[in-house]
C-alpha cells in the first residue's frame, strides 16, 4: 500500500515539473534578446530634439522652447485595477515624473487612439502643462471627461498638419493592431474613475514630427493602411510591436515592409513591448508571454532590419536622447 502511494507522489511531481515550468513560461516575463540594445541618455543641444520615453508608446519631443508629446500613460494601473477594477490617473505620481523629466509646458499632446495605456492620462497631463488635445473624436470625450476646455482640443480625421515653434505635426490614418479587445467608440465626456473597456479605440493615428529637417515617425499600434506612407520619408521611426507575435510571420514582414522599409528610415526604436501593469519606477520588462510574445516578435523583425541596413535601439527611461544625433551614429 505504501510503495502505492509513493508511486502516486512520484508521478504527480513528475506531472508538476513540466506544468510548473510551462506556468512560469508563460505567466513569467521575458528576457529582450541578449542582442537588444539601448541607446546612451544624451541631451542635445539647444535647439536640437531629445526624446523622452516613458514606456509604453509615451513619448516627449522638445527642443528647449516646445514640446510634443505622444500618447499619455503614466500612471500604469496594476492587472487587478484593469482587469477587475476602475482605473484613474494618479496625481503624485503625474507630478513627479512630469517634474523628474523637466516637462512644465507640453505644447501639442498627440493622441494614438483612446485605449487606456495610451489615453489614460491626457487629462491629467494637459491641466498640469496647458498642452493642447490633438486627436480622433473619442480622444474629445476623454478630455472634456477631464474637464479640457474645447477650445484646447483639436479633433483630425487624418491628414492634417499641426505646428508649434520648429515642429511640424502630420496626423496620419492608421489602424489599430489586429485583436482589439476594446474597439468602438468613447461617445459621452468619459470621467474617471472608469473601466478600462470604458476606453474604447476610437480610431487610431500615427504621427510625423518634422523638426527642422529631422523627420521623426511615431507608429503607435502594430497594423497598417496599405500605402499609408507613400511618399513619406522619416529618419527615425518608433515603431510599435506590441501583438505582432500572435499573428503570421508575414504579417510582421508586411508591416515592416510599409512602415520602415516605405519611409526609408535608418533607426527603428521599438515602442508598446513593455509590460505597462508594471510601474514605471521598475525597469521596463516584456509583456508577459500569455499577453504577447515579444522576443520571438524581435527574432521576427531582426533579419529584416539586417537586410534593410537599420538600426534597432530601445529607449532608457525618462532619460533624454539626443535622436538626431543617435540616428546618425547608430550602426545597423
Ligand atoms: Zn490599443
Redesign the pocket.
Known amino acids: 500500500m505504501r510503495k502505492w502511494i509513493k508511486r502516486v507522489l512520484l508521478a504527480l511531481v513528475l506531472l508538476a515539473v513540466p506544468v510548473v515550468g510551462y506556468g512560469a513560461f508563460r505567466f513569467g516575463h521575458p528576457s529582450l534578446p541578449a542582442e537588444s540594445r539601448t541607446l546612451a541618455s544624451s541631451v542635445a543641444r539647444p535647439g536640437d530634439v531629445s526624446v523622452r520615453y516613458f514606456g509604453t508608446t509615451t513619448l516627449a519631443f522638445s527642443d528647449g522652447t516646445n514640446t510634443v508629446m505622444v500618447d499619455a500613460l503614466l500612471t500604469r494601473p496594476g492587472m487587478r485595477q484593469v482587469m477587475f477594477g476602475k482605473v484613474a490617473s494618479d496625481p503624485a505620481l503625474i507630478d513627479a515624473t512630469l517634474k523628474r523629466a523637466g516637462l512644465a509646458k507640453i505644447d501639442l499632446l498627440l493622441v ?2 483612446t ?1 487606456y ?2 489615453a489614460l492620462d491626457i487629462a491629467a497631463i494637459a491641466n498640469r502643462t496647458g498642452a493642447t488635445i490633438v486627436g480622433s473624436p473619442s480622444t474629445r470625450e476623454v478630455a472634456l471627461g477631464g474637464a479640457i476646455p474645447s477650445a484646447r482640443i483639436v479633433t483630425v480625421k487624418g491628414g492634417e498638419q499641426l505646428h508649434t515653434g520648429d515642429f511640424t505635426v502630420t496626423v496620419i490614418r492608421s489602424l ?2 489586429l485583436g ?1 479587445r ?1 474597439p468602438g467608440e468613447v461617445t459621452a465626456p468619459l470621467g474617471q474613475p472608469a473601466t478600462a473597456k470604458d476606453y474604447k ?1 476610437g480610431g ?1 493615428f500615427a504621427f510625423l514630427i518634422e523638426h527642422r529637417g529631422f523627420r521623426i515617425l511615431v507608429h503607435a ?1 502594430a497594423n497598417f493602411v496599405p500605402g499609408m506612407y507613400r511618399g513619406v520619408k522619416a529618419d527615425a521611426v518608433f515603431l510599435a510591436t506590441g501583438g505582432l507575435s500572435t499573428h503570421p510571420v508575414g504579417f510582421a514582414q508586411a508591416y515592416w515592409h510599409e512602415v520602415v522599409e516605405t519611409t526609408g528610415a535608418k533607426l527603428v526604436v521599438p515602442i508598446h513591448w513593455d509590460d505597462f501593469l508594471e510601474p514605471l519606477d521598475q525597469p521596463l520588462q516584456p509583456l508577459r508571454r500569455f499577453l504577447d510574445d515579444i522576443p520571438l516578435t524581435m527574432t521576427r523583425i531582426a533579419p529584416l532590419a539586417a537586410r534593410d541596413h537599420v538600426a534597432i535601439r530601445y529607449l532608457p527611461v525618462i532619460a533624454p536622447v539626443d535622436i538626431a544625433a543617435a540616428t546618425a551614429s547608430a550602426k545597423p
Open positions: 494614438s487612439h485605449h495605456d495610451h489599430h493592431s482589439d476594446v479605440e487610431t499600434s
